[in-house]
């Protein structure tokens, strides 16, 4: 089946920029999406990407898809405070676009 | 934006008892509800796929007898979590999509069977 992997976890000092990675397997995936998920909270949609696209900026975000490696990352421009949340990446494939998540990357932002 | 909401947020149960979690599309009309289960640090299984008028599709490994799942409108699907253990203690998250769009996500539902 499908499958989505991330690091764990990722410190960066406020003000720098966070990069987060992540890989998967599906082939047919048509979207790539990145959440944000605060403690005890739902997941909140940060940005996605289709499949035909290598990149996409919204403001401080950027994401980067490197289809032929199945490479898909989210550079966080002058990281701040409020940032520090679990990240997740998702493929979404199919009719019904359901996702496969990732494990989820635990970013920290030191003062 | 598109506005999912859960009900309740926090439930706490007696083992055995019946718990019911709503899920609602505040300002659009969610053709199709994911039902999420997310484990303390860890990432969100889907359980199930439900489509609204028509019979759920559980995920492999996801009894269908113990978590009913029903979508009888476009704003509004429910899970049953049907005589509760502590063992199906977790973070219950609900998404919703309108046809050809994203997903939305519930802020979740933290159940704690007693």
């Known amino acids: 089946g499908e499958d989505v992997e991330q690091s764990l976890f990722l410190s960066v000092r406020e003000g720098d920029s966070s990069v987060i990675n992540c890989t998967y397997t599906?082939?047919?995936?048509?979207?790539l999406y990145w959440y944000k998920q605060e403690p005890g909270a739902g997941l909140q949609l940060l940005t996605y990407i289709f499949s035909n696209m290598d990149m996409k900026q919204d403001q401080r975000l950027t994401v980067l898809l490197n289809k032929k490696d199945k490479h898909l990352s989210l550079r966080i421009a002058d990281t701040q405070t409020g940032d520090s949340a679990i990240y997740f990446c998702?493929?979404?494939?199919?009719?019904?676009?359901?996702?496969?998540f990732g494990s989820g990357t635990q970013l920290t932002v030191l003062p | 934006g598109a506005v999912v909401s859960q009900h309740p947020s926090r439930v706490i149960c007696k083992s055995g008892t019946s718990v019911k979690i709503e899920c609602r599309s505040l300002?659009?009309?969610?053709?199709?509800m994911f039902w999420y289960r997310q484990f303390p640090k860890q990432s969100l299984m889907l359980m199930a796929t439900?489509?609204?008028?028509?019979?759920?599709?559980?995920e492999q490994g996801v009894e269908k007898d113990k978590f009913l799942i029903n979508h009888a409108s476009l704003t509004l699907s429910t899970l049953t979590v049907t005589s509760a253990h502590p063992e199906d203690s977790s973070f219950y998250i609900c998404?919703?999509?309108?046809?050809?769009?994203?997903?939305?996500f519930g802020p979740g539902t933290r159940l704690t069977v007693l």
């Open positions: 998404s919703a999509r309108e046809i050809n769009n994203e997903q939305f």
């Open positions: 439900s489509n609204e008028g028509s019979k759920a599709t559980y």
């Open positions: 998702a493929e979404g494939s199919g009719s019904a676009r359901q996702l496969t």
């Open positions: 300002d659009f009309q969610a053709t199709t």
């Open positions: 599906d082939s047919s995936s048509t979207y």
